[in-house]
């Protein structure tokens, strides 16, 4: 049985809702045993709005993340919200590294509202590493979905901050929290393919340095180590063929926009290369429809699987 850490995500968006969905299609799954991290009051809001009050005895609960009653405010972006986002992942992550828990699994958050309330944040794995005591670059988004599994070597942030930081160093860091992040799910000794920065993997430098300067490097240095990879190439071609286990994404976007394009609304988002395993959704909190019951748990759903190892 897998001991897995929920935390609501944003309390105003749609993550108490389909927390509440995801438990009511695992009830009675003695393979999975759940404990909620969150505030009492916005899970009972989101039980009166769905139906599903008499779910709520049987829940543990590890209260945290409250806020005042007027922050409540359905899809409204609040800095209130934002912090008890933050506070209840904050707590998951913490109990798991204390051995309480196998993984954590984290409700859709909003990044403006946790940007509002001041804290510092650019996605679940930076709070994953900020929380193990990590440099926030050294966890690695993994998108899974659509039948595709891609780790990003850079996510939250401008092209040009990206493309500034981007190096051999970290895209062999990202390749190998990925390679382990498959065996985690699964899939053991992926086969494992190599985005392009530029169009084409840069056609040798006819379209630029970059690839030659930073991907080929990696690929070169992973391959020495035994790793199974293909590229750099170009993204277009290597999703076409769909030959690998595992893609390596350079920027947000390339990662991104396949996933989400092959299963949306269903994708998981693992944050990989601390000791903590998290799993969240592959889309966010979805504020236009948050209250009125339309949400559906399938991205939940399949992370709690994912990290419970009843999926890959």
């Known amino acids: 049985m897998r001991r897995i850490a929920l935390s609501l995500g944003d309390p105003n968006g749609i993550g108490p809702e389909i927390v509440l969905k995801a438990l009511a299609e695992l009830a009675g799954d003695s393979r999975i045993q759940v404990t909620v991290f969150g505030a009492p009051a916005v899970l009972q809001r989101a039980a009166a709005s769905t139906g599903l ?17 007027e922050a409540l405010r359905w899809g409204e972006i609040d800095a209130k919200a934002g912090a008890s986002t933050v506070a209840a992942a904050t707590a998951a992550i913490e109990a798991t590294r204390a051995g309480e828990f196998d993984a954590v699994v984290a409700g859709p958050h909003h990044e403006t509202a946790i940007a509002q309330a001041g ?6 794995p930076s709070l994953v590493a900020r929380v193990c005591g990590q440099p926030e670059g050294s966890v690695f988004l993994l ?4 039948g595709l599994r891609i780790v990003h070597v850079t996510l939250h942030e401008s092209v040009a901050s990206a493309l500034a930081r981007l190096t051999p160093e970290l895209v062999v860091a990202a390749t190998e929290a990925g ?17 392009g920065i530029n169009p084409h993997a ?11 300067q930073c991907v080929a490097p990696a690929a070169e240095r992973l391959r020495a180590w035994g790793y199974a990879i293909t590229g750099p190439q170009g993204a277009d071609v290597l999703l076409a063929e769909r030959k690998h286990d595992l ?19 269903a994708a998981s988002a693992i944050s990989i290369g601390a000791d903590v395993l998290l799993a969240s959704t592959g889309h966010g909190s979805a504020m236009d429809i948050a209250g009125t019951g339309l949400a559906r748990p399938d991205a939940l759903l399949r992370s709690l699987r994912l990290v419970a190892g009843l999926s890959s």
């Open 53 to 69: 009050q008499a779910l709520l005895p049987t829940l543990d609960l590890r209260p945290c993340g409250e806020l005042p009653m």
């Open 119 to 124: 804290i510092h944040f650019s996605g679940y």
């Open 143 to 146: 998108l899974v979905g659509g």
């Open 179 to 195: 390679v382990r992040g498959c065996k985690l799910i699964g899939v053991d000794q992926p086969k494992v393919a190599l985005f």
């Open 202 to 212: 840069s056609e040798g430098t006819l379209f630029g340095p970059e690839d030659a």
């Open 247 to 265: 893609y390596v994404a350079m920027l947000h976007d390339q990662g991104h926009i396949p996933v989400k394009l092959l299963a949306p609304q």
